[in-house]
């Protein structure tokens, strides 16, 4: 019902555009967000968007990155900058009644399947 796409192999320094796509009824009724997992860890909050706008950074992307919804397209993207080898993980679209900084990968809310983003 998530549905990513925009991952891939890219080089320190640059930029990946990832994109999640929900059905109508989960956009309208969720905060919207990304989380992502490092080598089998718990899920770590990047950024997340509320209805009203109300966005949040993990302190790791600040200044990187930006979440932005199209709503017509009950979409949501991620667009990550000056990207680093420690931005390398698998990245999961999530739609959640409240996103917290750390949770265990898919425990509750809906997920998409997951886009790993490697930089090296």
């Known amino acids: 019902q998530l549905v990513e796409s925009g991952g891939g192999s890219v080089q320190a320094g640059g930029s990946l555009k990832l994109s999640c796509t929900a059905s109508r009824f989960i956009f309208d009724d969720h905060d919207m967000g990304w989380y992502r997992q490092a080598s089998g860890n718990e899920c770590e909050l990047v950024s997340s968007i509320r209805s009203d706008g109300t966005t949040k950074y993990a302190a790791s992307v600040i200044g990187r990155a930006t979440i932005s919804p199209d709503n017509a397209k009950n979409t949501v993207y991620l667009q990550m900058n000056s990207l680093k080898p420690q931005d390398t993980a698998v990245y999961y679209c999530?739609?959640?009644?409240?996103?917290?900084?750390?949770?265990?990968?898919?425990?509750?809310?809906?997920w998409g399947q997951g886009t790993q983003v490697t930089v090296s």
């Open positions: 999530a739609a959640l009644p409240v996103f917290y900084s750390h949770v265990t990968c898919h425990a509750y809310g809906y």
